[in-house]
Nanobody, 125 residues
């Protein structure tokens, strides 16, 4: 059973930075997509950034491209999301999720099979 545990959320001022971590375990395949999704109050869940386990190719939502960076440490089975220049509209619960390899291209939450419990990111002055 795949397990995902997020950490690193918190309160940050606009323009600040946070790094989220997702510790993953239980994979039965070397090829999968894994990424970060978020859900703001009153809104639907959306894909923020995803990465391919096979070759490290990435996807970024337009509104975070250039501000957020996804990376992975295979030795630690951990995926990170470095978030810079944070804006109030980035406020949301951020989830780590994984699914079949092909879904990294669109980072669709519909394609993800396993989810973490989420970590809250609040951007406010």
């Amino acid at each position: 059973q795949v397990q995902l545990v997020e950490s690193g959320g918190g309160l940050v001022q606009p323009g600040g930075s946070l790094r989220l971590s997702c510790a993953a375990s239980g994979f039965t395949s070397d090829y999968y997509s894994i990424g970060w999704f978020r859900q703001a109050p009153g809104k639907g869940r959306e894909g923020v950034s995803c990465i391919s386990s096979r070759d490290g190719r990435t996807y970024y939502k337009d509104s975070v491209n250039g501000r957020f960076t996804i990376s992975r440490d295979n030795a630690k089975n951990t995926v990170y999301l470095q978030m810079n220049s944070l804006k109030p509209e980035d406020t949301a619960v951020y989830y780590c999720a994984t699914g079949p390899l092909m879904y990294y291209r669109t980072c669709s939450h519909y394609g993800m099979d396993y989810w973490g419990k989420g970590t809250l990111v609040t951007v406010s002055s």
